[in-house]
């Protein structure tokens, strides 16, 4: 099994990269638009992301969560901060270039933030991998803007040379980009868009300029429509209304779609509508949706935003790299797994009732096809399969993180998909969730808590956790080793107190800090009531919780009411040592605890954490 990712995902390969925090918070169509969730749910069954001196995935679109939230607010406000900087520059002073990318230091920052209205910039390490991967698209990006006559400007920072700079922009890890607007320097907008030459431009694109294009006939309209796989036309009657600023809001971030608007009462006529209405048309599925805007409340953002999110994403879906993201950015937290092997006919033809099932549950689930025979073995471990069970479902909740498999062995149909679907919503599942039996990382369904002379005849479907065999020697060395299975009973021991490492086995810090655990363990081998355990979080899952960073160290002290501590002191046998004598307290000058890897999440791409 793979990695788990705070708090948009549970399922990664491990990264090939030290420090590497991969985005997930939520993403993430065949045609359709991609979403990213700043806040959002979390992305189980995630591939490999990319590693140093790859290209990056651009379809990482930020969601109108930020929206929701309030933060567009924030944009281009407050009042300037006078730089002591610029008060310094030298008159007539040129900022260099670098294949057409400002370099900027402290000196030159307040000259170009004078001189270019539109400046984003990049906080890069010189050693970060994930910096050498953007680099080659930024100055492509750069080069662009340049050949469109777009208004932008491209500029970079050496972020571990520029202290100052990365300590006024709260920058906590490379690559960091920030978007300045018409010389502000106290409010600068965070970069949330792709990391691909294109996708930069559009981003700056939809802020310098319009995000939707202004339709005046049907020739125009048409030729919109024609531009792209997801086209989306707000139709206003008045478009000085507020509910247009709304849906330009929400086209300056929705990047994977085009958007247009009109207040033509032939176009209204031509596309049948008498009233405001956002309109999604797309080449696939049934290809037009339609938004009425509510006469009294206006145009609600999170709806639209909702709306849009659901109806731009293909009834069914196959897991790929590719899609992966879309998939995970869609913000619908149920998502159904057929897993198929596409090579075989009686395969392929459980897909047409698969897809048959999916229109009434649209928004609810969200239907994915897994090939097996495809590079998805990273799903397959992740929901303890093996390729040759295939044809069967899986059903995960991501944000709970809960997965289920149908009872029994029947046919799948259209049928037998929605009754599935409709036994886990029904609520009448009681089932706790217990240690899978089987071979180490495989899971098996268990009827958990059900009256013994109920689970006969239970016909639900039963979730179900992961776990590695209990290893015959796990408590022989001084080090004792914890799964899924024998977690509970060791940590929450009323007689003994339990500080446990939960790691992963790719993960760099945990392999820095592995001479100190050991060492911390053999030094209280012989303390009777003190257990020095870790736990391959990767290979297993808990009840209690989910793991959001690795390493991750927890201390369960004795007693019966079941607390757990979380360390965040230094790691290092001294701190260990003091911690524990301490029965579970830090020192007050203890310092913080130095960067936790986390497992793939960022609501802008990969980052390195400083």
């Given at each position: 099994?793979?990695?788990?990712?705070?708090?948009?995902?549970?399922?990664?390969?491990?990264?090939?990269?030290?420090?590497?925090?991969?985005?997930?918070?939520?993403?993430?169509?065949?045609?359709?638009?991609?979403?990213?969730?700043?806040?959002?749910?979390?992305?189980?069954?995630?591939?490999?992301?990319?590693?140093?001196?790859?290209?990056?995935?651009?379809?990482?679109?930020?969601?109108?969560?930020?929206?929701?939230?309030?933060?567009?607010?924030?944009?281009?406000?407050?009042?300037?901060?006078?730089?002591?900087?610029?008060?310094?520059?030298?008159?007539?002073?040129?900022?260099?270039?670098?294949?057409?990318?400002?370099?900027?230091?402290?000196?030159?920052?307040?000259?170009?933030?004078?001189?270019?209205?539109?400046?984003?910039?990049?906080?890069?390490?010189?050693?970060?991998?994930?910096?050498?991967?953007?680099?080659?698209?930024?100055?492509?990006?750069?080069?662009?803007?340049?050949?469109?006559?777009?208004?932008?400007?491209?500029?970079?920072?050496?972020?571990?040379?520029?202290?100052?700079?990365?300590?006024?922009?709260?920058?906590?890890?490379?690559?960091?980009?920030?978007?300045?607007?018409?010389?502000?320097?106290?409010?600068?907008?965070?970069?949330?868009?792709?990391?691909?030459?294109?996708?930069?431009?559009?981003?700056?694109?939809?802020?310098?300029?319009?995000?939707?294009?202004?339709?005046?006939?049907e020739e125009s309209a048409q030729a919109l429509m024609d531009a792209g796989d997801v086209v989306v036309i707000g139709f206003f009657q008045d478009l000085e209304d507020e509910d247009v600023a709304t849906f330009l809001a929400l086209a300056r971030d929705a990047l994977d779609m085009t958007f247009g608007f009109t207040d033509q009462p032939k176009l209204f006529q031509k596309f049948g509508l008498t009233k405001d209405t956002v309109v999604l048309f797309k080449k696939f599925d049934e290809g037009r949706a339609d938004f009425p805007v509510d006469e009294e409340l206006g145009l609600d953002l999170g709806d639209l935003s909702r709306f849009l999110i659901t109806h731009s994403m293909l009834l069914v879906t196959e897991f790929s790299n590719?899609?992966?993201?879309?998939?995970?950015?869609?913000?619908?937290?149920?998502?159904?797994?057929?897993?198929?092997?596409?090579?075989?006919?009686?395969?392929?033809?459980?897909?047409?009732?698969?897809?048959?099932?999916?229109?009434?549950?649209?928004?609810?689930?969200?239907?994915?096809?897994?090939?097996?025979?495809?590079?998805?073995?990273?799903?397959?471990?992740?929901?303890?399969?093996?390729?040759?069970?295939?044809?069967?479902?899986?059903?995960?909740?991501?944000?709970?993180?809960?997965?289920?498999?149908?009872?029994?062995?029947?046919?799948?149909?259209?049928?037998?998909?929605?009754?599935?679907?409709?036994?886990?919503?029904?609520?009448?599942?009681?089932?706790?969730?217990?240690?899978?039996?089987?071979?180490?990382?495989?899971?098996?369904?268990?009827?958990?808590?059900?009256?013994?002379?109920?689970?006969?005849?239970?016909?639900?479907?039963?979730?179900?956790?992961?776990?590695?065999?209990?290893?015959?020697?796990?408590?022989?060395?001084?080090?004792?080793?914890?799964?899924?299975?024998?977690?509970?009973?060791?940590?929450?021991?009323?007689?003994?107190?339990?500080?446990?490492?939960?790691?992963?086995?790719?993960?760099?810090?945990?392999?820095?800090?592995?001479?100190?655990?050991?060492?911390?363990?053999?030094?209280?081998?012989?303390?009777?009531?003190?257990?020095?355990?870790?736990?391959?979080?990767?290979?297993?899952?808990?009840?209690?919780?989910?793991?959001?960073?690795?390493?991750?160290?927890?201390?369960?002290?004795?007693?019966?009411?079941?607390?757990?501590?979380?360390?965040?002191?230094?790691?290092?046998?001294?701190?260990?040592?003091?911690?524990?004598?301490?029965?579970?307290?830090?020192?007050?000058?203890?310092?913080?605890?130095?960067?936790?890897?986390?497992?793939?999440?960022?609501?802008?791409?990969?980052?390195?954490?400083?």
């Open positions: 099994m793979s990695s788990r990712c705070p708090p948009c995902g549970l399922f990664l390969p491990p990264p090939p990269s030290r420090g590497c925090s991969q985005a997930l918070s939520s993403l993430r169509k065949g045609p359709g638009a991609t979403w990213q969730l700043l806040l959002g749910p979390q992305s189980p069954y995630l591939p490999q992301p990319p590693g140093p001196g790859t290209a990056m995935d651009g379809q990482l679109l930020p969601v109108l969560l930020l929206f929701l939230l309030g933060a567009s607010g924030l944009q281009g406000q407050g009042p300037e901060r006078p730089s002591e900087d610029l008060l310094e520059e030298t008159p007539g002073e040129e900022v260099p270039k670098e294949d057409g990318v400002l370099v900027l230091d402290h000196h030159t920052l307040g000259l170009a933030l004078q001189e270019y209205p539109a400046l984003l910039v990049e906080f890069f390490a010189p050693w970060c991998g994930h910096c050498k991967a953007l680099a080659p698209e930024y100055s492509k990006a750069a080069a662009l803007l340049a050949a469109e006559s777009v208004t932008a400007t491209l500029a970079k920072v050496d972020g571990p040379a520029e202290q100052e700079l990365t300590e006024e922009f709260g920058v906590t890890g490379y690559p960091t980009l920030k978007f300045f607007r018409d010389g502000n320097r106290t409010h600068p907008e965070e970069y949330t868009g792709p990391r691909e030459a294109k996708g930069i431009v559009e981003w700056l694109k939809r802020r310098v300029g319009s995000s939707a294009t202004r339709l005046e006939d590719q899609t992966s993201r879309r998939i995970f950015g869609a913000r619908i937290l149920n998502h159904l797994l057929l897993f198929v092997n596409q090579t075989l006919a009686s395969h392929r033809e459980l897909l047409e009732g698969f897809r048959e099932a999916a229109p009434p549950l649209r928004g609810q689930v969200l239907f994915v096809v897994v090939d097996v025979d495809a590079s998805n073995d990273h799903v397959l471990q992740y929901f303890g399969l093996k390729a040759e069970e295939a044809p069967t479902l899986r059903l995960v909740n991501i944000e709970t993180t809960k997965k289920y498999a149908p009872p029994g062995g029947g046919p799948i149909t259209s049928a037998s998909v929605a009754a599935f679907c409709q036994m886990v919503f029904s609520g009448k599942l009681k089932v706790s969730w217990l240690a899978p039996q089987g071979g180490a990382g495989r899971a098996q369904p268990l009827l958990g808590s059900f009256p013994t002379q109920h689970q006969s005849s239970w016909p639900g479907p039963q979730p179900y956790l992961l776990s590695q065999e209990v290893p015959p020697d796990w408590d022989q060395r001084p080090v004792k080793t914890l799964v899924g299975k024998n977690f509970e009973q060791v940590a929450f021991d009323e007689t003994k107190n339990v500080f446990v490492k939960f790691y992963a086995p790719w993960c760099s810090h945990c392999k820095e800090m592995a001479p100190a655990w050991e060492a911390l363990a053999e030094k209280y081998r012989d303390h009777e009531d003190i257990i020095i355990a870790e736990l391959d979080a990767t290979a297993n899952e808990l009840e209690a919780f989910t793991v959001s960073g690795f390493p991750r160290l927890l201390y369960f002290p004795a007693g019966r009411d079941r607390k757990m501590m979380e360390y965040k002191g230094n790691r290092d046998l001294e701190s260990f040592s003091k911690f524990l004598d301490s029965g579970g307290e830090l020192p007050a000058e203890a310092p913080t605890a130095p960067f936790q890897e986390p497992l793939a999440n960022s609501s802008v791409g990969p980052r390195e954490e400083l």
